[in-house]
């Protein structure tokens, strides 16, 4: 059974740093066409913030865009999303996702998904 497995969420101080990662099981990441991560603030839709895509390339919400960066380990299927210089306004819960289809792999295009993490919440204080 499939599973994504997120960590690494916390309650940070604005301008401080998280990693977040994810790891796959029973899953292979390296074939995914697309992964990604997207978030839910409380009393907000759901987000895409930032996809991968099989050959590397990336896309970015335009908010996040210089602060966050998303990469992946296929050695130990996990992906990661490095967030820096962290606001008030990215506190909300972060999903991991997967697809196979790799077409419009893009970061609000993330929210189609075959598999998706239980989240992990991130809460930055001002």
């Not at 994810?22 to 907000?44: I, N, S, T």
């Not at 590397?56 to 996040?64: I, L, P």
Request: charged share 25%; with cysteine; proline share 2%.
């Amino acid at each position: 059974q499939v599973q994504l497995v997120e960590s690494g969420g916390g309650s940070v101080l604005a301008g401080g740093s998280l990693r977040l990662s994810c790891v796959a099981f029973e899953y292979d990441l390296a074939a995914a066409g697309c992964v990604g991560w997207f978030r839910q603030a409380p009393g907000k839709k759901r987000v895409g913030v930032a996809a991968l895509r099989r050959d590397g390339s990336t896309d970015y919400r335009d908010s996040v865009k210089g602060r966050f960066t998303i990469s992946k380990d296929n050695a130990k299927d996990t992906l990661y999303l490095e967030m820096n210089s962290l606001k008030s306004e990215d506190t909300a819960m972060y999903y991991c996702a997967a697809r196979y289809d790799g077409n419009w792999c893009i970061a609000p295009r993330i929210l189609v998904n075959d598999f998706r993490g239980q989240g992990t919440q991130v809460t930055v204080s001002s």
